[in-house]
């Protein structure tokens, strides 16, 4: 799959913007769920209410980075417009915060990449195709208990538990007759419960992720400015494309070609990854709200806990076999089954080889986009 077209319940195409608004629909509180002080709040304009999630959103994000929170921008972001979701506040931000940030995150990493690297990235070209075909793997082999313990049809939890994007996921759920709201929250509960819990546990194992990444020198304003906004330019000709994840592999292209073409290593300005983060963290949580638990039934949420932790350990025993070629925790965000925009940010804030573990959740990108349909035939036909 290549970001392409999918056909709805009715055979029509849909691209991916149109799902991401299904699923923005989907993830929604009913409005007869809400009550005062909510009733006022989501009386007011949509523009505005989304204006004032971004703020707390930044605020949130703000606290929680000067507390020294792992991760802290977007944990903080992801924090506050989840109290307001689960609380009955509608915030209806647009799938574009989403898709900016993403833009932004790429870019940022992309700075890191040099020649060395990515001679490096191609010394590792093999394991990164055997940890992507492990990863795919384990999750499919879970999705099974999870079909059993969660009350959902395996087929759901196939794409449920497979480590995609979550619009990506939802299209081919879509596409396959699969349930997308069963879909849709396990993908995204799973990427919350994943920078929930691995970021604080990398800080402990890496004694604060202090590395030599954080002694370069930041890059001008005079050359980020026009970097974003080449990057923009190219995330939205990769969108109209049709490409899988197309926002952050369209700052990822110019964001590597400015690390390459720069005379010396740099990084982008720490507020870029701040507002990428607040972007991505504030998107997260505007979508999660009880009602949207409860659609997918009772048992469902504390299966997928259970699955995503199963997810989680599996991908680390990976990460161990990979430990003689790459850093151990280098190697857990590497194979984690989180967003590639999430779990890069995590390797920039605590300094743990962007560029790697970008270019191994590339792989399995690929790797899921090419291989996902032809395991569903086999699984569908033996499980």
Request: net charge positive.
């Amino acid at each position: 799959m290549s970001g392409r077209a999918v056909p709805d319940a009715d055979g029509q195409a849909t691209d991916e913007e149109d799902i991401e608004a299904a699923i923005d629909a989907t993830l929604a509180p009913p409005i007869e769920a809400r009550r005062f002080p909510q009733d006022a709040f989501n009386r007011l304009p949509p523009a505005v209410r989304a204006l004032l999630g971004v703020a707390f959103a930044t605020l949130g994000g703000f606290v929680a980075a000067r507390s020294g929170v792992p991760l802290g921008w977007l944990l903080g972001a992801l924090f506050s417009c989840g109290a307001l979701a689960t609380a009955g506040f509608s915030l209806p931000l647009p799938a574009a915060v989403r898709q900016i940030g993403q833009t932004i995150a790429g870019f940022s990493v992309g700075v890191f990449f040099t020649p060395e690297v990515g001679q490096r990235v191609l010394e590792l070209g093999g394991l990164m195709i055997a940890g992507g075909c492990a990863s795919i793997l384990i999750s499919v082999l879970i999705s099974i208990p999870l079909a059993r313990a969660g009350g959902c049809d395996r087929k759901s939890a196939f794409f449920a538990m497979m480590p995609g994007g979550l619009a990506e996921m939802a299209g081919l759920a879509q596409q396959f007759g699969a349930n997308v709201t069963v879909v849709s929250v396990s993908q995204s509960l799973r990427v919350v419960i994943i920078v929930l819990t691995i970021p604080p546990a990398l800080t402990l194992l890496s004694g604060g992720g202090h590395g030599p990444v954080s002694h370069l020198p930041e890059m001008p304003a005079g050359m980020l400015a026009p970097g974003l906004g080449l990057a923009g330019l190219a995330a939205f000709v990769f969108a109209r494309l049709r490409i899988f994840n197309a926002y952050i592999l369209g700052g990822l292209a110019v964001g590597i070609a400015a690390g390459l073409i720069a005379d010396r290593p740099q990084i982008a300005p720490s507020y870029a990854p701040a507002i990428a983060q607040v972007a991505i963290g504030s998107v997260l949580g505007a979508r999660f709200s009880w009602s949207t638990l409860r659609k997918s039934g009772a048992r469902f949420l504390p299966a997928t806990i259970l699955a995503t932790a199963l997810l989680i350990l599996g991908n680390m025993a990976v990460a161990g076999l990979l430990s003689q070629a790459i850093p151990f925790a280098t190697g857990v965000l590497a194979t984690s089954p989180g967003g590639i925009a999430e779990m890069s940010l995590t390797a920039e804030a605590l300094h743990l080889a962007p560029p790697l573990v970008v270019a191994w959740h590339i792989v399995r990108i690929l790797l899921v986009a090419v291989l996902t349909g032809p395991i569903y035939k086999v699984y569908r036909r033996w499980c």
